[in-house]
């Protein structure tokens, strides 16, 4: 007999009073706030140490959604506001959940020195292949040939491999999941929610509603079929042959190394100093 008043377990970790979320059904974004949610469970975090930061976009919602202190951020400046919050408090563990437009075209100036001075950012990103929020523009990780409103006779723009891009920038931790490898997503969420330094998860996720409309996918589960058809396991391999096809989506781990992070060094800077000076009083 099912209980009445029976509160779903996850509630908890949501905004009741943000919900109905937003998202248009078949749309990928709640898979990836459930592996999210998944993965905080399972490790028992702490919710007064987590901050959820998001910026413009459907995925940016996710801010708002979760019941954690987060930032909806503007366009682009996701990884700034992060950086700001996990400078003033190191110990929070500080989570980024944006979309490719918001993290990797306006905001990719942020992504690449993120990466390269190893803050200690977990960084996921709902790769939709468009701005589905805007109206489904053309954006930085819209395959070649690919039908957007503003390519209408096909993309003839190189999309970035994002994969590589954060790997080459300097992340610690480097995995591409699509929404269909939900149980390896959030094994990958957990392992970077434990790990120090930059880390950065690709997860290719469906628009059906415009990308997917425009391109003959017109569903969600028609877009997972594709996910699932061109999809290759192939973990540990080289970043820089994992560009996207619509015949091949490598997926996997890619980059997995220990550095130390940039709020480590920078209290080992100043604590060195700080001695220095207390030498040179006495
Ligand atoms: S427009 Fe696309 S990405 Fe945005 S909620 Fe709808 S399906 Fe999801």
């Known amino acids: 007999m099912v209980q009445e008043n029976m509160e779903h377990p996850f509630l908890k970790y949501l905004r009741s ?24 469970d399972e490790l028992q975090m702490d919710l007064d140490n987590l901050v959820v930061v998001s910026g413009i976009g459907c995925i940016g919602r996710t801010a708002g ?7 909806h951020t503007t366009h682009g400046r996701s990884l700034a506001f992060a950086t700001g919050v996990k400078l003033a408090n190191p110990e929070l563990d500080v989570v980024i959940v944006s979309g ?3 993290l990797f075209a306006i ?9 390269r001075r190893n803050m200690g950012l977990k960084v996921i990103c709902a790769n939709n292949f ?3 929020m805007t109206g489904g523009q053309q954006g930085p990780t819209t395959p070649l040939e690919s039908l957007t409103t503003t390519s209408p006779h096909g993309n003839i723009e190189h999309p970035f491999n994002l994969v590589h891009l ?3 920038s300097g992340a610690t931790y480097v995995a591409r999941w699509t929404t269909l490898h939900v149980r390896r997503l959030t094994h990958s969420i957990k392992k970077v929610l434990q790990k120090e330094g930059f880390c950065f998860i690709e997860v290719i996720s469906p628009c059906p509603e415009i990308f997917g409309r425009y391109n003959r996918m017109r ?14 396991v192939d973990s540990f391999s080289d970043p820089a042959k994992a560009e996207i ?8 781990e890619f980059v997995d190394v220990e550095k130390l992070s940039y709020e480590k060094l920078l209290h080992e800077k100043i604590s060195k100093i700080n001695e220095k000076a207390m030498e040179q009083m006495s």
């Open 65 to 71: 959604y979760t019941n954690t202190d987060s930032f």
């Open 245 to 252: 096809t619509p015949e091949r989506i490598v997926v996997g």
């Open 100 to 102: 490719d437009g918001d």
């Open 219 to 232: 569903s969600g589960l028609e877009m997972m079929e594709w996910f699932k058809k061109a999809s290759v």
């Open 130 to 132: 468009n701005y589905g």
């Open 166 to 168: 954060a790997a080459a």
């Open 17 to 40: 009073a943000m919900i109905p979320h937003i998202w248009c059904p078949g749309c990928g974004n709640g898979i990836v706030l459930n592996s999210l949610v998944h993965a905080i």
């Open 107 to 115: 905001g990719g100036n942020h992504f690449i020195h993120a990466a």
